[in-house]
């Protein structure tokens, strides 16, 4: 991935209710003619998921065509698959929030404890060029530790 190729700039937007990427790229293709160099972008979209095993907010670019500067756009579509399978060896999942991030512990000293927020799903939605995530924890109260007599 490039940051700006053919006049696209790799970037992310929103678009219709959902979170849209454009790709900007360059490569070569192996094939029985040699190593063929590419440059071009790729409209994509980015979807959310919740990763429950590391609690964390996970995004997918997945690549809905390919633009080839220079090449007819009939050979776009053999390209396709190719740039996704690249996308998933190299960036794809991309951690967007981190399940530590969205823990919390929280002080109680009325109770001598702490109430404790694991994440226990989160869902994405984008409504009004605003990302929206509705987090679902789940809540555990913990006593303080009280020291032993003789104890520091």
Excluded: H
């Amino acid at each position: 991935m490039l940051p700006e190729n053919s006049g696209v700039s790799t970037a992310v937007a929103f678009e219709n209710g959902r979170l849209a990427a454009r790709l900007a790229f360059s490569g070569t293709y192996r094939s029985i003619f040699g190593c063929l160099p590419f440059t071009g972008w790729a409209p994509a979209a980015l979807d959310l998921r919740f990763d429950p095993q590391t609690r964390s907010v996970l995004g997918q670019l997945n690549v809905q065509s390919v633009n080839l500067k220079g090449i007819n756009p009939a050979f776009g579509a053999l390209v396709t698959p190719f740039v996704q399978s690249t996308l998933n060896s190299r960036v794809n999942p991309i951690t967007i929030i981190q399940g530590q991030q969205l823990a919390f512990d929280q002080p109680i000293a009325a109770a001598d404890g702490s109430l404790r927020g694991n994440v226990a799903d989160v869902r994405a939605e984008v409504r009004d060029k605003t990302l929206r995530l509705q987090i679902t924890y789940d809540l555990v109260g913990a006593k303080q530790a009280t020291p032993q007599p003789g104890s520091p």
